[in-house]
């Protein structure tokens, strides 16, 4: 496998109940780069972030970051690897205050982040001693983002954090993705919003039921009459 991609995978299949819903899936991402992945509700999105960060295990393929095999570690290696997600509806402890949750998230991850920089990252330094389920939404994705920082990620992968955001919330984490990603994290973004997907990403992988439908920017994507029909049409 080449040599500079960090995360490579190779003939990815998961099946539930012997229903294939992620088929034969390859892409490759290097340090630094935003990978949008879209497509249609049920086309196995976030069942491809569930295959890399580990809470599914995979049925065949491969997948590599660094060049070493991880497909079948523990999701909790995984992150010690330096692979963490968000998640689409976020999970954070709710009785915990926010500084709480980055302090378990931290020791989480095993390494010596630093709080203070992430609490100011991702916005909620204002709310640091607030109980996590107190938070707007907005700041309930802010914290989930933040928890995975805490783990000090080399690889973040971000499912579905625009939904419910309004387009000032919207600008603020756009601009938070790019500047992560200057810092040479590698993202992977599940999104539905265009707009915001034209403004980070350098590339678009269009699934449709569990495939590869099409692989290149944006724009060429828009440009495509069938991945227009599959999923942008509407
Ligand atoms: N744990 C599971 N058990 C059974 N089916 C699942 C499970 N998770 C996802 N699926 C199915 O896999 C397909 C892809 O789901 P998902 O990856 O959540 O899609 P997306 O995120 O693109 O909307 C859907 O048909 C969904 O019902
Ligand atoms: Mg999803």
């Known amino acids: 496998m080449s040599s500079e991609a960090l995360l490579e995978l190779a003939g990815v299949v998961k099946r539930f109940h012997g229903l294939a819903v992620v088929q034969d899936l390859a892409f490759n991402l290097k340090p630094g780069e935003i990978l949008g992945l879209v497509g249609p509700n049920g086309s196995g999105k976030t069942t491809a972030i569930n295959l ?13 970051l660094g060049g070493r ?34 302090l378990v ?14 609490l100011e990252e991702v916005g909620l330094t ?22 995975a920082l805490a783990t000090e990620p080399k690889i973040l992968l971000v499912d579905e954090i625009g939904a419910g955001l309004n387009p000032a919330e919207l600008n603020v984490v756009a ?15 599940v999104e539905h919003l265009l707009k915001f997907l034209n403004r980070i990403t350098d590339r678009v992988l269009v699934l449709s039921a569990g495939r590869r439908l099409f692989e290149g ?17 509407g």
């Open 217 to 233: 920017t944006l724009a060429e994507a828009s440009a495509d009459p069938e991945v227009v029909a599959a999923f942008l049409g």
């Open 126 to 147: 204002a709310e640091r001693h607030r109980v996590a389920s107190s938070l707007t939404v907005n700041h309930q994705k802010m914290l989930d983002l933040a928890r």
């Open 105 to 118: 998230a931290a020791e989480y991850g095993g390494g010596q982040p630093d709080q203070e920089q992430i």
């Open 52 to 64: 890399i960060s580990g809470v599914y295990p995979i049925d065949a393929g491969e997948i590599h």
């Open 175 to 189: 601009d938070l993705l790019l500047r992560l990603a200057n810092r040479n994290i590698a993202l992977i973004v």
């Open 69 to 102: 095999r991880i497909d079948q570690l523990a999701a909790f290696r995984r992150v010690h690897l330096g692979i963490n997600r968000s998640f689409q509806v976020p999970k954070p402890f709710r009785g915990m205050t926010v500084a709480e949750n980055i």
